[in-house]
């Protein structure tokens, strides 16, 4: 069963659109929840967010968590076709002393454009 | 910006071989990770590590796996025997070592696994 669910799993938009991608997470002992970016590689980081209703920004970027109805979105702005990528959502959680680990949804793909 | 490196970037070995795929952390983070991509697939945790012991470790994580840091700098997973099922994209991850949970994980750049 997952735990961490992302709607949609692909979008395909055009350059300028603006796009909202949904991550709602189920998970005991929850930390943060992740944003990254996965191109061809590596996840790069985008956003953690570890407290409700306080907007992290980055340029056209931003996200929102929800803790009370546990679900987070990223917002994209005037969307590039350097958007285009995996966008992961991960939940951290930790037990009694562990260090936390990061659980993944299933990522959305977007795809934008020109 | 330091960054999390790994090697190699391909391994392609034969079923029943024996890979060790390594990774160099960011200096000065202490929580290490592996994690795994079978193609198409999500990115599913494998094992978490810090103080020179696993601190956690996922179902996928069984008796074939094995972590290790020989020194101080390297970091690496060890597969006893693949089997074709463990063909994947592997990567490597770190965090600060702050004990909060604000650091996120760093991700190395990853090394693909072909097992024939």
């Known amino acids: 069963e997952d735990k961490v669910v992302q709607s949609p799993l692909s979008l395909v938009v055009h350059e300028g659109d603006t796009v909202t991608l949904n991550c709602s997470y189920e998970v005991t002992n929850f930390r943060s929840l992740l944003w990254y970016k996965q191109e061809k590689k590596a996840p790069t980081f985008l956003f953690m967010l570890?407290?409700?209703?306080i907007e992290k920004k980055s340029g056209r970027l931003s996200s929102i968590l929800d803790k009370k109805e546990l679900f987070s979105i990223l917002n994209i702005t005037a969307t590039q076709t350097g958007d285009s990528a995996v966008y992961l959502c991960?939940?951290?959680?930790?037990?009694?002393?562990?260090?936390?680990?990061?659980?993944f949804g299933k990522g959305t793909k977007l795809s934008v454009k020109p | 910006e330091p960054e999390v490196t790994q090697t190699p970037s391909h391994q392609v070995t034969q079923m029943g071989q024996e890979v060790i795929l390594r990774c160099v952390p960011i200096?000065?983070?202490?929580?290490f990770y592996w994690y795994r991509q079978i193609l198409g697939q999500k990115v599913e945790f494998l094992v978490s590590f810090y103080n020179n012991e696993i601190s956690e470790k996922s179902e996928i994580f069984d008796d074939q796996f094995s972590v290790e840091r020989p020194d101080g700098s390297n970091f690496t997973l060890k597969i006893r025997s693949t089997k074709l099922e463990d063909s994947a994209m592997y990567f490597c991850a770190s965090r600060r070592e702050a004990a909060s949970f604000r650091s996120p994980l760093h991700f190395g750049n990853g090394t693909r696994l072909t097992v024939t």
């Open positions: 570890t407290s409700s209703g």
């Open positions: 200096s000065n983070h202490l929580y």
């Open positions: 991960g939940s951290l959680e930790n037990y009694g002393g562990s260090q936390g680990n990061l659980i």
